[in-house]
């Protein structure tokens, strides 16, 4: 499987993007999608999962702000940025994996990653 992640930019504080991350090489709609990020200096960290019926996890960080969905049909998972904050500044990588992942935030159990986009949120 190959994920392709799209959508990062400069966006000020308080903006909204829209993460996109596209699936191919093989039928990935149950696939286990995750989202992580990582910022200069950092270690890599969750930032959302979804299963592929649509149940979905975040972090504490990003809870009431960020939205993951997926769209089966396309292959496709997103990632819905509300109100961000110059802290959410960080390449961001699309993940998956064709288990279901109860350690769903330890980013060494995903199998497949994208290349990361960058977000850049200015204050």
């Known amino acids: 499987v190959q994920l392709q992640a799209s959508g990062g930019g400069l966006v000020q504080a308080g903006g909204s993007l829209r993460l996109s991350c596209a699936a191919s090489g093989r039928p990935s709609s149950s696939y286990f999608m995750g989202w992580f990020r990582q910022a200069p200096g950092k270690e890599r960290e969750f930032v959302a999962a979804i299963t592929w019926n649509g149940r979905t996890y975040y972090a504490d960080a990003v809870k009431g702000r960020f939205t993951i969905s997926r769209d089966n049909a396309k292959n496709m998972a997103y990632l819905q940025m509300n109100s961000l904050k110059p802290e959410d500044t960080a390449v961001y990588y699309c993940?998956?994996?064709?288990?279901?992942?109860?350690?769903?935030?330890?980013?060494?159990?995903?199998?497949?990653w994208g290349q990361g986009t960058l977000v850049t949120v200015s204050s």
């Open positions: 993940a998956a994996d064709p288990r279901f992942r109860s350690d769903y935030a330890n980013h060494a159990g995903y199998t497949y």
